[in-house]
């Protein structure tokens, strides 16, 4: 019984890790400052693709107000992202919890380069 609790203790405590270590990065594509490192809505990137290379398994990107057109890769144009990796959109750039975001004021747009809205726009 004892090694039981044991192993449960240990899965939470390697899940709740995980989440600890969790990064937010911010993009918004009007931002006009210098500092663009993604740490903050003060500093913003103003690529999503440059988010996505940043972060890494569990991290979160928030997702301003705009339209951002995916790279191209060889012949595919998309944003490639692993399964951990959670993109949301519908901030204005201010908010500090992702239930202030507004999806209908602030509307996103991922699209392919030289989309006509037909293309696969998110790989992973």
């Known amino acids: 019984m004892k090694k039981i609790f044991s192993a449960i203790v240990l899965f939470f405590l390697l899940l709740s890790t ?3 270590f969790a990064k937010i ?8 400052g210098s500092t663009v ?5 003060a500093t913003p990137f103003k690529k999503l693709d440059d ?12 997702v301003a107000k705009g339209t951002y057109t995916a790279p191209t890769y060889k ?3 998309g944003y490639f992202i692993n399964n951990s990796l959670s993109i949301y ?6 908010e500090t919890s992702i239930y202030a975001r507004n999806l ?4 996103t747009v991922l699209q392919a380069a030289g989309s006509n809205g037909s293309y696969q726009i998110v790989i992973k």
Do not use: K, P, R
């Open 18 to 20: 995980t989440t600890l």
């Open 89 to 94: 959109g519908g901030f204005a750039g201010t």
């Open 51 to 62: 988010a996505i290379a940043a972060a890494t398994d569990g991290d979160e990107i928030w």
């Open 104 to 107: 209908t004021l602030n509307t």
């Open 25 to 32: 990065y911010f993009v918004n594509s009007a931002y006009t």
């Open 75 to 77: 012949s595919a144009s």
């Open 37 to 41: 490192n993604g740490n903050s809505w």
